[in-house]
């Protein structure tokens, strides 16, 4: 079992920043990627970026290239997300993902809400 805690997620004026980070607990040599997904309202949860464990494979949507930089610390299991030029159709809940051989683990989500 693994256990993901997020944290800051918050409101933001377009073009602002926000750094959300993911914490491992539990089962964390099992973990192969972490990343994180969103979820807007009407909309289908979404892939945002996911990194592995070896930080040799990284991966982004097209609509943060550029904007978003994902990065993780092995030692102490955290995942993070630096979110800079936010635009207001990125608001959404953001969930982090741990991806283990035995199964996908989400975290609960945290809300970025940017205003125009």
């Known amino acids: 079992q693994v256990q993901l805690v997020e944290s800051g997620g918050g409101l933001v004026q377009a073009g602002g920043s926000l750094r959300l980070s993911c914490a491992a607990s539990g089962d964390t040599v099992s973990i192969y990627a972490m990343g994180w997904y969103r979820q807007a309202p009407g909309k289908q949860r979404e892939l945002v970026a996911i990194?592995?464990?070896?930080?040799?494979?990284?991966n982004y949507a097209d609509s943060v290239k550029g904007r978003f930089a994902i990065s993780r610390d092995n030692a102490e299991n955290t995942a993070y997300l630096q979110m800079n030029s936010l635009k207001p159709e990125d608001t959404a809940v953001y969930y982090c993902?741990?991806?283990?051989?035995?199964?996908?683990?989400w975290g609960r989500g945290t809300q970025v809400t940017v205003s125009s």
């Open positions: 990194i592995a464990r070896s930080v040799s494979s990284i």
């Open positions: 993902i741990a991806r283990t051989f035995g199964g996908d683990y």
